[in-house]
């Protein structure tokens, strides 16, 4: 058998409601409606830009939820070839897709999904877009080091320098509501030019010993929040200063997002079921402690 690497990455789950008079929904509560559904037959399928997706499974747990969603490709379906052969196309019956698949477990004690990342299938936007439910949006929040959470909380440490670049969202109408000016900018120059990709570099003047010159605007760190949950984000590197005593600290908010890696035998092109199980269990107990440091003890009163 061969083996291949697969990576699971960490969201915190966050539920978002416009209405100030509805009811409070937790993601919990959403997913275990999903449950009830999925137990009833019910149509699992939800079309999310030009992609439609589908809850192939999903179980409760002593923990929360695991499941497996998966994602149907309908058009500009591939060649087979062998190296220098003729190639041919792939021959599906009239209702018939090609399927690519992503597991997750959710932990209800810090609201966490861990997704195994496979880009092929779905990404924590759309994902986050497949957990909302009527009017309760859902939002996955990457999870990152606390150290990095710990410097951009610090109401003394400011952004200095800003590296970003950023994928143009395929459907800019899904990013209706964004809050902060920048990221409205962003989505602006991206339907206004067709790129593909858009990459900026903001810096601050490091001469200047006048706080307004020296550092980026303070709505910044908000701003940043807002696009790494909305955007597809390539790279988001910070030279962070603390104003007082200017001591710098470097963070990246894609690298240093939390993650595990497993390695898995594959049988023919895919994982056993069971052991991308084990690896989502796996991976909840080799991260524990920096959850508890991200989150807090949950014995204690939490901040959000």
């Not at 999925?38 to 695991?66: C, M, P, W």
């Not at 998966?70 to 021959?91: F, M, S, T, Y």
Request: hydrophobic content about 35%; glycine content about 6%; aromatic content about 10%.
């Amino acid at each position: 058998m061969s083996s291949k690497n697969y990576h699971f990455d960490f969201y915190e789950c966050s539920i978002f409601n416009s209405s100030a008079n509805a009811i409070p929904r937790t993601s919990f509560e959403i997913l275990n409606s999903m449950l009830a559904k999925y137990a009833q037959g019910d149509s699992r399928v939800k079309q999310i830009g030009n992609n439609s997706y589908e809850l192939r499974h999903l179980e409760a747990t002593a923990f929360g939820f695991k499941g497996i969603i998966g994602k149907h490709r309908q058009n500009d379906l591939p060649h087979a070839a062998v190296i220098g052969g003729v190639e041919r196309e792939i021959e599906l019956a009239a209702n018939e897709n090609l399927l690519e698949k992503a597991y997750f477990s959710y932990h209800s004690d810090y609201s966490v999904l861990i997704l195994q990342r496979n880009h092929l299938c779905i990404s924590s936007s759309s994902m986050g877009k497949y957990l909302s439910e009527s009017a309760y949006v859902t939002s996955l929040n990457p999870v990152i080091e606390a150290a990095d959470l710990q410097w951009l909380l610090n109401n003394n440490v400011q952004v200095r320098t800003a590296e970003l670049s950023i994928a143009r969202p395929t459907n800019p109408e899904l990013f209706n509501g964004i809050e902060h000016d920048f990221n409205n900018s962003i989505i602006s120059t991206l339907k206004g030019t067709g790129a593909a990709k858009l990459n900026l570099t903001l810096r601050g003047n490091g001469r200047s010993d006048i706080a307004e010159e020296r550092y980026l605007a303070t709505t910044f760190k908000g701003a940043l929040r807002e696009l790494n949950t909305k955007f597809d984000v390539k790279k988001c590197k910070l030279l962070l200063e603390d104003d007082e005593t200017l001591a710098t600290h470097p963070v990246d908010l894609v690298a240093d997002r939390l993650f595990f890696t497993k390695q898995i035998e594959v049988e023919g092109r895919y994982p056993p079921i069971i052991e991308m199980w084990d690896a989502l269990n796996e991976s909840r107990a080799e991260k524990e402690n920096e959850l508890a440091n991200y989150f807090g003890d949950l014995n204690q009163e939490r901040l959000a």
